[in-house]
């Protein structure tokens, strides 16, 4: 099923464009509000989701980026071997598949992953997951286009193993 490879490519031109775009009109740390619990804020994760490791010292990148190589060729691999009746399923892998590589871009060329997507709601008690900024607001950890692909396609599988009516062998 590499018929589904125009979604990753799409997901890595999108993901990178964006990102370009993000360095070029924010100015890191500062936030732009966009919409209600929406704003704009150009981050560095050296880390992994939610900024996990990014302290560590330096070897997480190259941790990161060869766990991730090895995993998009796995995914690769599984999306290669899909029959066409498993449309759903083949979204899904190249939907992570697109995430994996545009956070690898990142990860190879500048040493940290991009993020600039900003959501968060009006509480001084947030909820797991969440942190408090400025003692009014709680804000999920900063993303970008690849962290949501990877994300939708996650839920995409879940959805396709949870209603999947093929009988098993």
């Given at each position: ?10 997901v ?105 997507i ?52």
């Open positions: 099923m590499l018929k589904w490879l125009w979604l990753t490519v799409l890595v031109l999108v993901d990178q464009a964006s990102k370009q775009a993000a360095i070029q009109l924010l100015a890191h740390s500062e936030q732009y509000s966009f919409l209600p619990y929406f704003n704009f804020s150009l981050a560095f994760n050296k880390g992994a989701a939610f900024s996990f490791l990014s302290n560590a010292g330096g070897w997480q990148r190259w941790f990161f980026t060869t766990l991730s190589i090895g995993v998009s060729i796995f995914i690769f691999l599984w999306l290669k071997k899909l029959t066409p009746k498993e449309k759903l399923l083949a979204a899904s892998l190249a939907l992570i598949l697109g995430g994996a590589i545009g956070n690898i871009i990142d990860r190879s060329i500048y040493g940290h992953v991009i993020d600039f900003d959501w968060y709601y009006p509480s001084n008690e947030c909820l797991p997951f969440f942190y408090l900024l400025n003692q009014s607001n709680c804000h999920w950890p900063t993303f970008n286009i690849a962290d949501s692909s990877i994300f939708l396609g996650a839920v995409l599988m879940i959805i396709q193993a949870i209603f999947n009516k093929e009988p098993t062998e």
